[in-house]
């Protein structure tokens, strides 16, 4: 009879017992390939044919960090703003990622007029490395060239 006054004291014990807490989405699948911080190891531009190989620039240091729904990226001299070269470029937003389709929303930059524009790219993974390649398209600024750029994740 005692057993059975403890019964449902146990079954609320165990109820309140929940591994997910109310609220939070747990996804059931591996976490997207993206994820991560990623290092700038090189990039080129190709415009009308012409390819400018634009990093590794000495004295620089470039990373893209990725959660599941928002990249960042920040770029700047090692020389802490100071000399001839000192430079700081940032900027971030949304991405959708599907395949081997990225494609970058645009939200914040320090060069505000891309800002609120999307650029569409390929992605292919190799390891540790990320190869992004895509089209920068903004008719305004008279922008219209190819980027490819090879990044490694940072552990």
Not at 24 to 45: I, Q, R
Not at 49 to 73: C, I, R, S, W
Request: hydrophobic fraction near 35%; aromatic fraction near 10%.
């Amino acid at each position: 009879m005692k057993l059975l006054r403890l019964l449902p004291l146990v079954a609320i014990a165990l109820a309140s017992c929940n591994p997910k807490p109310t609220g939070v989405v747990v996804e059931d699948h591996p976490m997207s390939p993206m994820v991560g911080t990623w290092k700038l190891v090189s990039a080129v531009t190709v415009t009308k044919g012409d390819t400018v190989k634009d990093y590794p620039v000495p004295n620089q240091e470039m990373l893209k960090v990725l959660n599941a729904t928002h990249f960042a990226f920040m770029r700047h001299d090692l020389s802490k703003g100071k000399g001839k070269d000192a430079t700081y470029t940032a900027g971030g937003g949304t991405y959708d990622f599907k395949g081997d389709k990225y494609t970058e929303h645009l939200a914040y930059l320090n060069a505000r007029e891309w800002e609120g524009r999307d650029f569409d790219f390929t992605v292919k993974f190799k390891g540790d490395t990320l190869i992004q390649k895509g089209i920068e398209k903004i008719d305004s600024l008279n922008i219209n060239h190819e980027i490819i750029e090879t990044y490694v994740k940072q552990k």
